[in-house]
């Protein structure tokens, strides 16, 4: 009963535009706190980041969520990092589907900065999966790992433009107009597609496609030319073996294989294995990244998704996001 008094409530904010935040301090802690995951007798210590879900600078947080997205949350840890001197290396766990150009480019900028400012090295763990955006964050790593059962790839851009013209003459609305130029509405969902707005909108696409693929060539020049790269870049999944093949990752492997990645690229012999939570009663293992953000709707994504569904262009593989 409460839980669906919670979501009517949600749902009525939703659709009135507001876009409250309730704080609830349930566990009493009102900073964030470095919790030991494995210990060790060793000073130095290996950070564990997590990047989960959709990968976006809109999606804000949920009523009962402490934290703002995903950005706000890696930035604030990062930075947490830089200033504690026995942060020796950084594993960035991934398992989103990736998200919006914008959020997961910033994202990646600050992967490298963090290096760049700290010296300190970056090893990417890909969880269930690390595709488009989530891979393109991964470039950013100093050396990226997939356990066997990863799902990566999806190289690409997906622009998303609903239309909603038919539904609208069939309950009687009508929209009107007014604008200053032939293409000040390109996009609405009220109109189909012109041919010459189609144009136009693949000339973005194709731009921030070929940004995507000058990051992935990048990091894997080494062993990837680009001329095998944009064959294999046409937006399609791999399995962490083919991706393997193709050379798209560095290796197959678990946490362990992370963690003596980390160790060797820090150029050290063993470390304490933390994490930065706000919820330190909780958080009690390498694998509890969903107690990172408790939530009343454990389980439930339906109040993220709706506030997730726009216009605009991704690095996402869409598949997973709108089954």
């Not at 504690?84 to 960035?92: G, Q």
């Given at each position: 009963?409460?839980?669906n008094l919670?979501?009517i ?10 876009a409250?935040h ?6 009493g802690?009102?900073?964030?706190h470095e ?20 990968i ?19 930035y604030?840890r ?5 200033e ?14 990736g998200?919006?150009v914008?959020?997961?480019d910033?994202?990646?900028n ?5 290096k ?9 763990l ?12 991964a470039s950013?790593?100093d ?6 059962s ?14 909603l013209q ?10 009107n ?36 693929l ?14 095998k790269?944009?064959k ?12 393997h ?8 492997g ?14 050290i ?8 939570t706000?919820?330190p ?9 969903k ?28 598949p997973?996001?709108?089954?």
């Open positions: 009963m409460k839980k919670v979501l409530i949600s749902i009525s904010l939703l659709i009135s535009g507001c409250l309730i704080h609830l301090d349930f566990l802690e009102e900073e964030v919790v030991l995951l494995i210990k060790s007798p060793a000073k130095e210590k290996i950070l564990i980041l997590d990047v989960t879900g959709l976006s600078t809109t999606l804000n947080p949920g009523l009962f969520e402490r934290e703002g997205d995903i950005l706000s949350r890696i604030y990062l930075a947490k990092a830089s504690d001197k026995r942060v020796k290396a950084l594993i960035l766990r991934l398992d989103t589907p998200g919006e914008t959020a997961s910033i994202l990646y600050e992967i490298l900065r963090f760049e400012k700290t010296s300190i090295p970056v090893v990417g890909m969880m269930g999966m690390a595709t488009s955006g989530g891979y393109y964050v950013a790593c050396y990226v790992i997939a356990h066997p990863t799902i990566t790839g999806s190289i690409g851009v997906i622009s998303i433009f609903p239309n038919e539904l609208f003459t069939k309950i009687g609305i009508k929209v107009v007014i604008k200053s130029g032939k293409m000040k509405d390109s996009g609405s969902p009220f109109k189909d597609l012109t041919e010459e707005e189609k144009k136009i909108f693949q000339s973005v696409i194709d731009e921030l496609y070929n940004k995507f000058d990051v992935v060539y990048q990091k894997r020049k080494g062993s990837l030319s680009f001329e790269l944009k294999i870049a046409d937006g399609r999944i791999y399995t962490a073996s083919q991706a093949m193709l050379k798209l990752i560095d290796e197959i678990y946490f362990d294989s992370a963690l003596k990645k980390a160790l060797s690229l820090a150029m012999k063993d470390a304490k294995v933390i994490a930065y706000y919820y009663k909780r958080k009690t293992n390498i694998y509890a990244t107690l990172e953000r408790p939530s009343l709707f454990e389980g439930n994504n339906f109040e993220k998704m709706l506030r997730s569904l726009k216009s605009g262009f991704y690095y996402l593989w869409l997973q996001v709108s089954r």
